[in-house]
């Protein structure tokens, strides 16, 4: 029962281009999401958040929109750059104590 | 500089064998956690500890087993009783009690022959 989907496994964006990676949940308990971004071989390092109180939050180029009812979320990178190219997982918790739960990724390659 | 360790990075294992992998943290974070990734599947909890001395199994728990005795580590073992241990496992902490923000390792890749 995959309660977080990233249904594209690969996207691949023009330079200068904006990114959006795409993420659906189906338990509407969920209340903080989180994007993390993954290079080969190395662990995941934090990007970006939004709790469910919020429709979106903008840090930098990259921007997290949240659809409550639409039970989902995309990230937005704009403009695009070379070392964007990673790995994108996203991931939801219930309630501060409540694990996270991961989407199986998203590969994001932008070419020159 | 704070972050985590671990080791090794790369591991070999014969079949039946169990093996070690170390986590260490500096950055003084209560709670650490311990991953697992497949190809073409999100990250699957095996264990957490949001305290010392104490730790609960998360979704894969089978066929592995924790430590906490010290804040600034949390090995994990994988035993001969994991049927598929080949994987890339995670070591994660933070600062908040449950699942905050995490803060992960380099990774691990156990590979058994």
Known sequence: ?112 | DGGITQSPKYLFRKEGQNVTLSCEQNLNHDAMYWYRQDPGQGLRLIYYSQIVNDFQKGDIAEGYSVSREKKESFPLTVTSAQKNPTAFYLCASSIQGVAGELFFGEGSRLTVL
């Open chain 1, 1 to 112: 029962d995959q309660q977080v989907k990233q249904n594209s496994p690969s996207l691949s964006v023009q330079e200068g281009r904006i990114s959006i990676l795409n993420c659906d949940y189906t338990n509407s308990m969920f209340d903080y999401f989180l994007w993390y971004k993954k290079y080969p071989a190395e662990g995941p390092t934090f990007l970006i958040s939004i709790s469910s109180i919020k429709d979106k939050n903008e840090d930098g180029r990259f921007t997290v929109f949240l659809n409550k009812s639409a039970k989902h979320l995309s990230l937005h990178i704009v403009p695009s750059q070379p070392g964007d190219s990673a790995v994108y997982f996203c991931a939801a918790r219930r309630d501060s104590n409540y694990q996270l739960i991961w989407g199986a990724g998203t590969k994001l390659i932008i070419k020159p």
